[in-house]
């Protein structure tokens, strides 16, 4: 069974960063494409960004282009997400996911637990 254990959420003010991380036990890792996805009180669990299995090619949803940056390391078995400029709607918890296909969160075999993600304004 591949578990997922999300960290790094926390509180931040608008405007300011957070790095968060997601560490996967067993193997295989490297050959699945990772995602982190999220959830606001309320709504429905929204596509963030994901990364193929060498990392050559990354997805990211209109709302965190060019704020967000997706990364994995392949040999440490964790993929992260920069996050910069955060917003008040960036407000959610973060999922990771494995083993699925790019933004079709039905499409991913196993998630984590989730971390808060709080940007005040």
């Known amino acids: 069974q591949v578990q997922l254990v999300e960290s790094g959420g926390g509180l931040v003010q608008a405007g300011g960063s957070l790095r968060l991380s997601c560490a996967k036990s067993?193997?295989?890792?490297?050959?699945?494409?990772m995602g982190w996805f999220r959830q606001a009180p309320g709504k429905g669990r929204e596509f963030v960004a994901a990364?193929?299995?060498?990392?050559?090619?990354?997805y990211y949803a209109d709302s965190v282009k060019g704020r967000f940056t997706i990364s994995r390391d392949n040999a440490k078995n964790t993929v992260s997400l920069q996050m910069n400029s955060l917003k008040p709607e960036d407000t959610a918890i973060y999922y990771c996911?494995?083993?699925?296909?790019?933004?079709?969160?039905?499409?991913?075999?196993?998630w984590g637990q989730g971390t808060q993600v709080t940007v005040s304004s």
């Open positions: 996911a494995a083993g699925g296909q790019s933004d079709n969160a039905q499409s991913y075999d196993y």
């Open positions: 067993r193997q295989p890792y490297s050959t699945y494409t």
């Open positions: 990364i193929n299995w060498s990392g050559e090619r990354t």
